[in-house]
Structure formats: structure tokens, C-alpha cells
């Protein structure tokens, strides 16, 4: 069935940004323009008011199934997405077991295909058991749906193993996507190494531990020619390296998440687990130069590292308790949050999150050119609500942003040209 979108304003970064019409038709976006005629028995949505974006994409989430389906379900996690206005998202492979091989990648989109929701897309591990030693089988990974590598959580730390997974990915036009972190340098670390750490009796992650590793990784790249991808970057100190690189010709790109724009170190106070994650939260300057970084291109994408938790998980001693915070339906309004700010303008926010990690990692996705896939979200821009995590669509509630008062509202999602969220702003 044919839908018409009338009157919202496009946001479609790079190509068009207007009140307009948005015909889709067999699953695809048909017409942009004004003043569409519907074919017969389409279905009319009035967007007056709200934005029409792409369907946003995430690179990075991680929706614990197979072997932790107590904290997530790729039903659960799609739901959430859906409902954050993101229709695709690239799963991580720190599942149990492992998605290091052809049956782990098929039984996630075989999963993703029953939920019916956003398009999952399955990033396959760069080493077996993402145990950092022997090079997964990365062309089967790339055959049966991977659409990146990564050991994220873990990262490789050999340097050659590294280097022949550049290698290796280049053949696969694979994006190598690695978590910054030098293991022996952050060991023991639980926050932010630093003054308030200090304070805090806790033991401290100096930033020098994902400095250390950017630096190395962008070497890598240097070195092989591979297309690098820096995942969740949060210190001052890889926001220079990247933009250095770049001024160089080093095929990287990197994402940085809301919360590392949001929030600091000063969070952790109160042993608050929820402000719990890794990277961790780091330092007034560590927001400002991320922030600079996504204004001046620096950063391509906005990430959210959706990174579920039982709650019983988290109510343990600050140093006990996982690393991770859920953010699919939080990411928008966090980012309409900079735009609010002067940080980006509306357009920038939106290519953040539709065609940059479109184009980071070679997917035929955040567009709403005719032709694309009809992927969309409407939002209502001005729309304020209260963050509650009890009424997230996943599984876990482990949010920094409980009772936050933030402003742009997701009303409709459509994939593939079906309507899979809406609210009237009750839910």
C-alpha cells in the first residue's frame, strides 16, 4: 500500500530541506516534491509540524542475542530502536557465543527478519571468540551479512593481528571498527582518571589509554590503506588525532556518543552506576572538543552504544557493576540538544545520524532520494518529555537520563514502507 507524508518539512541532508510531499510506493521512496497526488487507497499522513528524516542508522549496538537475552532480545532492541526513530541498526558481536562465523550471522538476521521491525545488520568479530589471537574467517563473515568487523569490548591488541585484519577487510571492502582502549593502561579503571576518581576512592581510566590506541589504529590504517572506524571516541586528545589524520588522507571516520557529549565525570558522583560506561565519562574539555569535532566534521556520526543491563546488574558496588548504558531512545533528542545549543545546525544533527554512518560504513541507507529504500522517521521537533526509563521499549532501564526534560518527540517510523511506531505522544 502506497503511503503519502503531507506537509512536514524534509530534512534530508545534502539533498533536500523544505515542506514537501514524501510519496512512498512498493516499499520505496517514489516522489519528493510539492503537492503529490496519492494513488488510489494510499494511506495520507498529515506531517504539518513535524520533521521528515531518513531513517536514522546506529553503528553501534549491541543487542545481547544469542546468550544474554535476559538483558536484550533482538525483538526488544528493535522495538527500541524503532521507537528512537532508528531503522538500521549494526549489531556487535559480543554475543555468546561469539558472532564469529556464517551460523552466529544467519541466526541474527534470521531473528531480525521474525521481529519485523529495523533492519539489523550484523557486525562480524575480527578475531575467533574476539579473543584478540587468530583472524576470524572474514570473507565468510562478509558473505553471509556482516557489513563490518569488530571486536568491540575487546580491543585487539597484538598490533600485527591488527594489521592483517586491515588487510584482510580491504579485500572485503569491510570498515574495521575498533574500541580505543589499551588494556594494560586502563587496567583495574572503573570512570574517568582524575581528580574526582580521586575523590571518589575509585580506580581511574586515564584518557592516555584510548589516546595510545587511536594512535596506533590510525597508523594501521596509514600503513594498509583500510578504512578505519573509531568507535564511541570520548577524550580531547583523539578528536585532535582524528582531525589530523583526516588532514592527512587517512581513511578514517569516528562516532561519538550523546552521552559523551552530555555529560561529565562530575555524574559519577553519588557511585551512580547508571553513569557507568566505557569509555568512560571524562572532563568538561573532553565535551567540548567532541562537540567541536562533530561541528567541523571531525566526527561523522553520532553512535549510541546501546549497551543493555539487568537491573539487578547494576544496582552493585560502582566497581562491580558492568560497564554500558541503553540510548536508542534518547539519542535524537540528545542530538536536537546541540542543535538547540548552536552546536549544529538542524542539517548536521540529522546527517550525523542518517547518511554519515550511511556512507561510514557502505550502506544504501539514510536517504530519502528516490528510489532508496523507504526508511522514515517523522518527529515532532517542539514536543518536551520526561525521560522514563519504565517505559522504554527494551529490556533494561540502565539510563544516566532518568528524569530528563528534552525536547523532539518521534511520532511515526516507517521501514521498508511500513509503519512499525507510532504514538499520539501517550507512550
Avoid at 50 to 77: A, C, M, N, W
Avoid at 134 to 143: K, M, T, V
Avoid at 159 to 166: D, E, G, I, K, T
Wanted: proline share 5%.
Amino acid at each position: 500500500m502506497a503511503i503519502l507524508i503531507k506537509g512536514g518539512r524534509v530534512v534530508d541532508p545534502g539533498r533536500q530541506n523544505g515542506v514537501v510531499d514524501v510519496l512512498i510506493d512498493g516499499g520505496k521512496i517514489a516522489a519528493v516534491g510539492p503537492n503529490l497526488q496519492a494513488p488510489a487507497g494510499s494511506t495520507i499522513i498529515q506531517a504539518k509540524g513535524q520533521l521528515v528524516l531518513p531513517g536514522l542508522v546506529d553503528l553501534h549496538v549491541h543487542f545481547r542475542e544469542p546468550g544474554f537475552e535476559y538483558k536484550e532480545t533482538i525483538q526488544s532492541g528493535s522495538a527500541s530502536a524503532v521507537a528512537g526513530g532508528f531503522t538500521t541498526v549494526c549489531c556487535m558481536p559480543n554475543t555468546s557465543p561469539v558472532n564469529d562465523n556464517q551460523a552466529v550471522t544467519e541466526f541474527i538476521l534470521d531473528r531480525a527478519r521474525t521481529a519485523g521491525l529495523a533492519n539489523v545488520l550484523p557486525i562480524g568479530a575480527i578475531t575467533k571468540g574476539s579473543e584478540g589471537k587468530e583472524l576470524a574467517e572474514i570473507g565468510d563473515l562478509r558473505r553471509s551479512g556482516c557489513v563490518a568487523i569488530s571486536d568491540d569490548g575487546r580491543p585487539v591488541m597484538n598490533s600485527l593481528v591488527m594489521r592483517r585484519a586491515m588487510e584482510y577487510a580491504m579485500a572485503f571492502d569491510l570498515a574495521v571498527v575498533d574500541h580505543c582502549e589499551d588494556l594494560h593502561l586502563a587496567e583495574g579503571g572503573c570512570m574517568n582518571e582524575g581528580l574526582v576518581s580521586t575523590e571518589l576512592g575509585l580506580p581511574g581510566i586515564p584518557s592516555a589509554a584510548e589516546d595510545v590506541m587511536v594512535a596506533r589504529n590510525l597508523s594501521l590504517s596509514e600503513l594498509t590503506g583500510a578504512r578505519l572506524h573509531l568507535a564511541h571516541i570520548s577524550t580531547a586528545g583523539s578528536v585532535r588525532m582524528v582531525r589530523e589524520a583526516k588532514a592527512r588522507g587517512i581513511h578514517v571516520t569516528a562516532e561519538a556518543c550523546p552521552h559523551h557529549f552530555t555529560l561529565t565525570e562530575e555524574v559519577v558522583r553519588g557511585y551512580n552506576t547508571h553513569a557507568k560506561m566505557n569509555p568512560p565519562l571524562r572532563t568538561w574539555q573532553d565535551v567540548q572538543a567532541i562537540k567541536e569535532g562533530l561541528k567541523d566534521g571531525t566526527i561523522d556520526v553520532i553512535a549510541t552504544d546501546h549497551a543493555p543491563h539487568a537491573t539487578q546488574e547494576k544496582q552493585q558496588d560502582f566497581t562491580e557493576a558492568p560497564f554500558g548504558i541503553v540510548g536508542l531512545e534518547t539519542a535524537l533528542s540528545l542530538t536536537l540538544g546541540l542543535v538547540e545549543e548552536g552546536v549544529l545546525s538542524l542539517e548536521q544533527a540529522v546527517q550525523k545520524l542518517t547518511s554519515g554512518p550511511a556512507v561510514a560504513f557502505g550502506l544504501a541507507k539514510g536517504t530519502l532520494a528516490v528510489g532508496a529504500d523507504a526508511d522514515v522517521a517523522l518527529v515532532d521537533p517542539n514536543e518536551q518529555w520526561e525521560v522514563d526509563p519504565g517505559k522504554f521499549r527494551s529490556r533494561s532501564r540502565n539510563t544516566p537520563f532518568a528524569g530528563w526534560k528534552v525536547k523532539g518527540r518521534v511520532r511515526t517510523t516507517i521501514v521498508g514502507g511500513r509503519v512499525v511506531f507510532e504514538t499520539n505522544g501517550a507512550g
